[in-house]
């Protein structure tokens, strides 16, 4: 399956959107109000059009995060980081806020679970699966540095955050004066709340995790919050400014941090062998399309 | 131990908070925005004066929330359901924020953990913990239906949802212009994502949670955000408007709820016999003081 190449645009441009090749209807005020106001638009951060939920699967500790657009008529919504485990729940409730699933997304090809993103697109006709171009998978949009996702006039920016994978990408809102505030970045596996993911394999490079970690989220707003992949400790946010004077690992130089990272001993995930091959064709071995 | 009686207040007096009993300082708004800007001030709601964090125990599916006030120099923070085994993640998590923790709160005599409320006195001096006086428990503040528990110039109101115990409570942030937007309901077991607390034992009574919950949290605003104190398939937040709708429980009728509640066919918590004795003082079997 090939990348849809057109939807391809240069880095920022005002008004083209992803989300504006499905035809826009015109917004109603009155229509935006009731919505949210029945079911609680915006438990993330100030911005009225958005809803937000984060979604937690126990075995693997995995966040994945729900992310619509109120505002649109069409309530356009995407996921970050679905697993298969948990697919049908996330349908769910998608059904259930009459929201319309537009994009199932990665962060990275994990590891540690089966990516939900293929048995979505089975079951929700239209969905398109995500993930960038650099992680060597298959999926119906295969995204780069500086590519903007879009759901109605909301937009999530693309940055490049290797290290943990090759191909790990950081999802940012916006930074422009209608997108939320503060900003929220979904980090996946780059930088977890006072940890990182680990450097030891699929290409990882503890230099370059620091590297992308530092240059890529550490020079967002203090403010921006901060979502992961995964937590294993009972935490849910963090910040920007947080982990910058508290991840114990990278609140370090770099020379400290590729001393921690080699030491970590740990053990072989315990999937990995199943997870991976299945998340490079969007968690299907077969999928029917793609 | 007595509960501090001369805190009591009439039903929503302005400006008579639990908090101004300690000395208040002026507020710089400087100071405020340096700090919001380094932590994140606002994962939950508009209010650039809360910062909120939703953390969760695994063994227990339990939910604790920290709510501080950063606009104050104190940084009063408060904890909502703390559970023995994550007092140290959440104390230290309080300490690396700069936050100053005043109360140590219950929603209600937990039957599936130990509440961290005691734990937490013996190791932050000045910290008192909360609980309603219908629970029968020990505690430094026993609250009633309309009290006040105020961090700075925001505060939480106490409403009385009983049901599942008799003296279980919800606490919610206030409604006016400087509180946080949208509300924020911290429900205990009263009302689940999708679900409810139990209702038989500990006082519980089907006929008295339904009520509870229709004429003290389903009155709330819609967009009122529902913070339940466990949940067991990975939510982590709801909405007044959304669990009218789709609570397969509550959104049924008296009678047919009272048939749900009474064909749950649940086993004994496994903690119980344990939890309950030791959760009616803080925690804490033999607490150093109380």
Not at 59 to 74: G, K
Not at 170 to 179: A, I, K, L
């Amino acid at each position: 399956m090939q990348s849809i190449r057109f939807l391809r645009i240069p880095r920022f441009p005002p008004n083209v959107l992803f989300f504006h090749l499905l035809p826009l209807k015109p917004i109603s005020k009155i229509s935006i109000k009731n919505f949210s106001s029945q079911i609680g638009s915006s438990p993330s951060s100030s911005s009225s059009k958005l809803l937000f939920r984060q979604l937690f699967e126990k075995e693997s500790s995995t966040y994945t995060y729900l992310l619509a657009n109120v505002s649109h008529p069409d309530k356009p919504a995407l996921l970050i980081d679905p697993v298969d485990k948990t697919v049908d729940r996330d349908l769910n409730l998608i059904r259930e806020l009459g929201l319309k699933l537009v994009y199932a997304m990665n962060t990275h090809v994990h590891a540690d679970h089966i990516t939900g993103t293929g048995l979505i697109k089975t079951k929700v006709p239209g969905a398109k699966s995500v993930i960038s171009r650099a992680s060597g998978s298959k999926a119906d949009l295969l995204i780069e540095p500086g590519d903007r996702i879009s759901f109605g006039d909301l937009f999530l920016e693309v940055r490049a955050t290797p290290g943990h994978t090759a191909g790990c990408v950081t999802y940012v809102t916006g930074d422009e004066p209608d997108q939320p505030h503060p900003r929220m970045a979904f980090t996946g596996d780059a930088l977890l709340i006072r940890g990182c993911g680990r450097t030891d394999f699929q290409g990882g490079s503890s230099k370059q995790l620091y590297e992308s970690v530092h240059s890529q989220i550490f020079t967002l707003p203090k403010d921006t919050l901060i979502y992961p992949a995964h937590d294993y400790a009972g935490f849910s946010v963090s910040s920007v400014g947080e982990e910058i004077e508290n991840n114990p690992r990278l609140s370090k130089d770099l020379e400290e941090f590729k001393k921690i990272m080699e030491n970590l001993n740990l053990a072989y995930p315990k999937v990995m062998d199943m997870a991976v091959p299945a998340n490079l064709v969007c968690g299907l071995q077969h999928p029917a399309s793609s």
